[in-house]
């Protein structure tokens, strides 16, 4: 059978040292011992036809009283014991078939859980370019079909592929040996063109399958999209809108299937009438055998239940070749993932990196994500250790780039990022991300409970640390007022708990990772000013003695940084402590007046609000920092 694209034999040679496991002896006996079960299952399979062939002749011969030849001395007076044979041959294929299933699917999943397990490892170390650009779910898909593929394709090859041909073989063998090479030569011509006819049709079905599966998933994500949107699709009275997109998809869906049911049809009638004029053929040579007294009865019976039994495997041919096909395709899809080399790796012999103090320094950086559109065009600036910079700015001015560069997530083009003096390019990427810690603007949570998603910023946290986050992040009165508190799930991304929450809860992993860098990227700006006031203080108190970058959108969270700089379209076009930029009457200080004036605004629109929800919330007022 030609396989194009990811050759058989290229991904089996890759596949091979998972299935044939170096250093697991009991894996590679279960190897031997599953061929050996196939080997003697296959010669039961061919006895089988053997002792019908002999009771026929018996009976025969018991009713005629005349010996036939082709029945072994002895065995005459006993048709029941030969039938007896065939039963008991019949079992014994039945049972070494389920013996062997058993024994290898222990080998093949094994293989599957190292490759899945290789596979997962590497999506990790791939970069965040890679996985932004990737479909939400793609990923997860890559692996679970990959993982079906290598079962399948171990599975069918060596359970299924390897015995019909030794099969194949032995029939004609036998047929040339019991009777003469025009039977041998009239059923190799019958299976020579079902395989072909077979082959043909599968293409086609292949064809047909695809379409088919593209429009199955054109249709789920449609839904999914469409579920997850419920909210948005309410908004906008969109539901009729919504389920016409659905049918348009399910449409094209419908017309693939029943193309398939029918191309199905096809096939089977095809093979069919192939497998039935070679048959025919046989059974008409036998009989003229008969006629001719070459042969006995008992043969004519032999090459019947041969032909019949044969039809079975190869019945099975078309949905093998398919299946193989497919599963080389998934299995190549994954190992494509393996293959690809992270964007950023660790130099070989790259040191861990050391943070005696934690100043973090920016040396004229230069970025940009596509090369087209420049992110950053030079930026240069200083944290000393255990001080606290602020990076204020318009939206999509690179802020959070900044972030993105110093987690080493991207490589700058040009210019150096370094902590203590060591190039963070040059150090391990582990111990460099252990050395800072991270509070996003959007926190996303394990969908597990609140204490798992806070013991994550320090797996070996004892439970009083763990607590002692959660106060320091103010989040333990809220934790303890749930019925299950830290065993409370959080629901899928956090979404059972409000922004503010998830913030904290962010805010306390963070305490527990307790790094000697920390960055705050927009940390408090999704909040309302109430939950903004509060988690301030618990941040403020975070930060205080680490170096900590402060990205920030609104300026009354920063006043009191030791320096901030003012990013505007990658370049720093100011820079200082809040009462000099004040006075240098710059972008700063007309950003400063603008939000003051705003915030005024909405402070007197929403005073009223605000009591009610303080009132509401019956927490203390935000503690005093300091
Ligand atoms: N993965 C990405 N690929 C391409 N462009 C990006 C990517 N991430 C961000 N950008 C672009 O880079 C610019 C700066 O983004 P960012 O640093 O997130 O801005 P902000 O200052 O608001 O935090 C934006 O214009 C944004 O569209
Ligand atoms: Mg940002």
Redesign the pocket.
Known sequence: MPLDRPGLIATYRRLWPYLWPHGRGDLQRRIFLAFGLLMLAKAATMVMPFTFKWATDALVAATEKSAPASVPAGLISAPFLLIGLYGLSRVAMAAMTQVRDGLFAKVAMHAVRRLALLTFEHMHRLS??FH?ERKTGGLTRVLERGRNGIEELSRLMVLTLVPTIVELALVLGILAYEFDWLYSAVVATMIAAYLGFTWKATEWRIGIRRRMNNSDTDATTKAVDSLLNYETVKYFGAESRETARYDASMEKYEKASTQTYVSLAVLNAGQAVIFTLGMTAVMALAARDIMAGRTTIGGFVLVNTMLVQLSMPLNFMGMIYREIKQALVDIDDMFRIIDRNPEIADRPGAPVLAVPAGTVRFEDVRFA??PE?P?LRGVSFEVPAGRTVAIV????????????LLFRF?EPQAGRITIDGQDIAAVRQDSLRAAIGMVPQDTVLFNDTIGYNIRYGRWDASEAEVREAARLAQIDRFIESLPEGYETPVGERGLKLSGGEKQRVAIARTILKSPPILVL??ATSALDSFTEREIQAALDRVSRDRTTLV?AHRLSTVVNADEILV?DQGRIVERGDHPTLLTQGGVYAALWDRQRQADAAREALKQAEDEKSLRAHSAPEPQPVG
């Open positions: 965040l370019r932004l994500y596509n559109r992110i700015g318009p939206s999509g001015a690179g802020k959070s780039t900044l972030s993105r991207y990227d927009e990205i990013l």
